[in-house]
Nanobody, 114 residues
């Protein structure tokens, strides 16, 4: 079955960096677009970054220039490098793949606070 397991979240000061990882299994990782979403308290889940199987990328305007999505097909893992973090980046971050239906990981909490 499809499994997505995120890691790498934590507490970081404004201006700091974190690297999230999502280990995937149960499907052909290299053939699929991978996505990172986030959900802040009291807000809807929003798409943060996406990478196609051809490694084309797209980012939410709020993270452009600060976040970078990448993938390692040999490790079935997608990453989200987050730099220059701001308090408004505080959220639970989710890995996602759409395979006829949406699959989600359990999420990893990111808190940006001094």
């Amino acid at each position: 079955q499809v499994q997505l397991v995120e890691s790498g979240g934590g507490l970081v000061q404004p201006g700091g960096s974190l690297r999230l990882s999502c280990a995937a299994s149960g499907f052909i990782f290299s053939l699929n677009r991978m996505n990172w979403y986030r959900q802040a308290p009291g807000k809807q889940r929003e798409l943060v970054a996406t990478m196609t199987r051809g490694r084309d990328t797209n980012y939410a305007d709020s993270v452009k220039g600060r976040f970078t999505i990448s993938r390692d097909n040999a490790k079935n893992t997608v990453y989200l490098q987050m730099n220059s973090l701001k308090p408004e980046d505080t959220a639970v971050y989710y890995c996602n793949v759409a395979l006829g239906q949406n699959y989600w990981g359990q999420g990893t909490q990111v808190i940006v606070s001094s």
